[in-house]
C-alpha cells in the first residue's frame, strides 16, 4: 500500500478572506475547488515547495481545530519585512534560538504559522 497525502486540511471562517490571505499575502497560488469529506466549501492554495493547503470554510471548527504551521525561509529577516509590508502582522519581532531564527504569527481564524530560518551557530 503507498498512500499519499492529499491535502493539509486548514479550516477557517472565511474562504474569501483567507484565500486573499495565502495568495496576496504569503504567494501561494490558487488551484482551484477541493473536495472535503463532510461537503464543506474548499479551496486549494499551493506552496512554492508544491505542498498543497486545502482552506475548509467550517466556522463552528475553527475555534476547536486551529492549525500550526512552520514555513522555511532562507532569509528570515529579509521575509519578515516583506510580509510585514504585505500587511501581516506579527506576534512579536525575529527570535534567535539555538536552531536558528523565527517569528510567529497568525491568519485571520486564528491558525498559527512560524516563519523559520535554520542557522547552525557551530560554523
Known amino acids: 500500500m503507498c498512500l499519499k497525502i492529499n491535502y493539509i486540511p486548514v479550516f ?9 490571505f495565502y495568495t496576496e499575502k504569503l504567494g501561494f497560488e490558487l488551484l482551484g475547488d477541493g473536495v472535503y469529506h463532510n461537503a464543506n466549501p474548499c479551496k486549494l492554495v499551493k506552496t512554492g515547495d508544491n505542498i498543497v493547503i486545502g482552506l475548509i470554510e467550517d466556522p463552528t471548527l475553527t475555534g476547536n481545530h486551529k492549525s500550526n504551521m512552520l514555513l522555511n525561509t532562507q532569509d528570515l529577516l529579509q521575509d519578515y519585512h516583506l510580509l510585514s509590508a504585505a ?13 536558528g531564527l523565527s517569528a510567529e504569527f497568525t491568519d485571520m481564524s486564528g491558525n498559527a504559522y512560524v516563519l523559520f530560518e535554520q542557522r547552525n551557530y557551530e560554523d
Open 12 to 20: 477557517v471562517n472565511s474562504l474569501q478572506t483567507e484565500i486573499n
Open 87 to 99: 500587511g501581516i502582522q506579527f506576534n512579536g519581532g525575529p527570535q534567535y534560538s539555538p536552531n
